[in-house]
């Protein structure tokens, strides 16, 4: 069954780096690419980017400037910074496992809410 | 920038048949933008659906299916139950980027 936890702050102030954790169980995560998905509070999904355990990355051009996903393999973990953030970065944040050979998010984590506010 | 588009709302009653539908503004979506479906329900996580148009994971009850249909792609509930009614998300992928659409709210009434 494979798992996924998100973690870290549930506020961040305005203008500094968001960063968040996710955990993944049952499964390598040497073997997948691995994803970060957002959902402002009543609103839709929107994807931030995803990166594979080479290190090779994509991003959601409309925040490329200000995110940096990143992996450990040794503690079966994936990342996500986000700098410079507004209120408007105020989300739910997902991770989630990209399935690339069938293009699919195919197991995602509960979310964790970041409300930026000073 | 690219825009993904489903329908707002929509209803059906229980037992029912309904079709969502996901739209491009790139214009008609292929096999190539690899549509999926997520289903979310409040206070859930979102939970995979289809997948590469029509294909279901194992975990998928056989009352979803995927097509795609005039230019769109699209998911059809055949036999709707209550616990059918959430909100259903399409994502495409455009080289290696994915977008989402913006969400169709079922209710099941």
């Known amino acids: 069954q494979v798992q996924l936890q998100e973690s870290g702050p549930g506020l961040v102030k305005p203008s500094e780096t968001l960063s968040l954790t996710c955990t993944v169980s049952g499964a390598s995560i040497s073997s997948y690419y691995w994803s970060w998905i957002r959902q402002p509070p009543g609103k839709g999904l929107e994807w931030i980017g995803y990166i594979y355990y080479s290190g090779s990355s994509n991003y959601n051009s409309s925040l490329k400037s200000r995110v940096t996903i990143s992996i450990d393999t040794s503690k079966n973990q994936f990342s996500l910074k986000l700098s410079s953030v507004t209120a408007a970065d105020t989300a739910v944040y997902h991770c989630?496992?990209?399935?690339?050979?069938?293009?699919?998010?195919?197991?995602w984590g509960q979310g964790t809410l970041v409300t930026v506010s000073s | 920038q690219t825009v993904v588009t489903q329908e707002p709302s929509l209803t059906v009653s229980p037992g029912g048949t309904v079709t969502l539908t996901c739209a491009s503004s790139?214009?008609?979506?292929?096999?190539?933008?690899?549509p999926n479906w997520v289903q979310q329900k409040p206070g859930q996580a979102p939970r995979a659906l289809i997948y590469?148009?029509?294909n279901k994971h194992s975990w998928t009850p056989p009352r979803f299916s995927g097509s795609l249909l005039g230019g769109k792609a699209a998911l059809t509930l055949s036999g709707v139950q209550p616990e059918d009614e959430a909100d259903y998300y399409c994502l495409l992928y455009y080289g290696g980027a994915v977008v989402f659409g913006g969400g169709t709210k079922l209710t099941v009434l």
């Open positions: 989630a496992r990209y399935n690339f050979d069938t293009r699919s998010l195919d197991y």
């Open positions: 590469s148009t029509s």
């Open positions: 790139t214009g008609a979506v292929s096999s190539g933008y690899y």
